[in-house]
């Protein structure tokens, strides 16, 4: 839920300035203007970086997405006992595994999905 309102963050951003600089029509520069330039320049900074956070936010969950669906498809691991959480490329695994080749096939499940840097495997083994 929270990249959804970043997400809906950034487009107000955006939105705010696409209509500061709609009306801005002036064809000379005055102190107020240089000033209000400014100020769209910065928040024109700030749109970007909102939608760079929203861009690796929505890859993270896609990350994780594909993550778990790879899991549930391999017939040796327990996906249900298994949370993934993805941020900035990185997958982390929590949960239980019901022996240690399992927790491994995990990792390299994991690895193999497009997208993923690296997994860190925090899995329990429970038999």
Request: net charge neutral; with cysteine.
């Amino acid at each position: 839920m929270n990249a959804s309102r970043t997400h809906l963050a950034a487009l107000s951003l955006i939105a705010a300035a696409t209509l500061l600089v709609a009306c801005e029509k002036r064809t000379t520069e005055t102190p107020a203007g240089a000033a209000a330039t400014n100020a769209m320049t910065a928040t024109g900074k700030a749109v970007e970086r909102a939608a760079d956070k929203t861009a690796d936010a929505v890859g993270d969950a896609a990350i994780t997405g594909k993550v778990k669906s790879a899991l549930i498809a391999d017939p040796d691991v327990k996906a249900l006992k298994i949370d993934v959480d993805t941020r900035n490329g990185v997958v982390m695994l929590n949960g239980s595994a019901d022996s240690a080749a399992h927790s491994d096939k995990a990792t390299t499940v994991a690895q193999g999905v497009d997208g993923v840097k690296s997994v860190e495997n925090h899995l329990t083994v429970k038999p």
